[in-house]
Nanobody, 125 residues
């Protein structure tokens, strides 16, 4: 199965930008839909964005639509999350995920086959 490793998290001021990367191992990366989730302290993990296997379709949570962009480079086995106009409420641990299915413009946790370990994003006011 695919293994995922996130990178690119850190501390940024409100209004700034950050790009997260998720590197996948194995030869089957292009067979998975990919997504990003986040979890703030004391809160449940929530869906952020998803991208289809070929990269032709993308989906976003309403809270990040227009500010975040998900993309993938199958030749490099990598998925990205470009985060612009960051807000303090974006502070969370961000997780990369590989899924076999996209349902109703989101990825359900039950459909995820692999999770990354997460990377911390902190946005100061």
């Amino acid at each position: 199965q695919v293994q995922l490793v996130e990178s690119g998290g850190g501390l940024v001021q409100a209004g700034g930008s950050l790009r997260l990367s998720c590197a996948a191992s194995g030869r089957t990366f292009s067979s998975y839909a990919m997504g990003w989730f986040r979890q703030a302290p004391g809160k449940e993990r929530e869906f952020v964005a998803a991208i289809s296997r070929s990269g032709g379709s993308t989906y976003y949570a309403d809270s990040v639509k227009g500010r975040f962009t998900i993309s993938r480079d199958n030749a490099k086995n990598t998925v990205y999350l470009q985060m612009n106009s960051l807000k303090p409420e974006d502070t969370a641990v961000y997780y990369c995920a590989a899924a076999g299915f996209i349902s109703t413009m989101t990825i359900r946790a039950q459909d995820i086959s692999s999770w990354g370990q997460g990377t911390q994003v902190t946005v100061s006011s």
